[in-house]
């Protein structure tokens, strides 16, 4: 449960483009969580991509740095979402947008993915 697998990783241009146009939306500083349940008959409860815009943080390294720490987070705590049942038979695509220009450190990023989480079953549990 402690890594990153391949299956979980959400790559597809058709997919992607289909959480942007049709997927319900949270925000929790400094992300914006997009994400759709999905008909892939999908060992995995849930596929993850993560943007960073270029146009919010300039130089690449930055970005690159917080994509590393925002799959360290979502990797750590996944387990969170795998094991609450809210997603019970069923699988959803999520890509986290960070919409910050700042560069943050991984406390305040873990954080953030921990309670985006959180709110993601909350939100699948009572829906």
Do not use: H, T
């Amino acid at each position: 449960m402690q890594n990153f697998r391949k299956p979980e990783r959400l790559c597809s241009r058709k997919s992607i483009g289909k959480l942007f146009s049709d997927g319900n939306s949270l925000f929790n500083y400094p992300f914006k969580i997009l994400w759709l349940e999905n008909n892939i008959d999908s060992p995995v409860v849930a596929r993850m991509a993560v943007s960073v815009p270029a146009r919010k943080v300039k130089k690449a390294a930055d970005r690159n740095r917080i994509k590393r720490l925002v799959r360290e987070g979502w990797r750590i705590n996944k387990k969170n979402l795998y094991e609450s049942g809210a997603f019970q038979n069923r699988s959803i695509d999520i890509i986290l947008v960070y919409v910050s220009d700042r560069v943050y450190d991984y406390e305040l990023i873990n954080k953030s993915v921990i309670e985006l989480i959180d709110k993601l079953i909350s939100i699948n549990e009572s829906g």
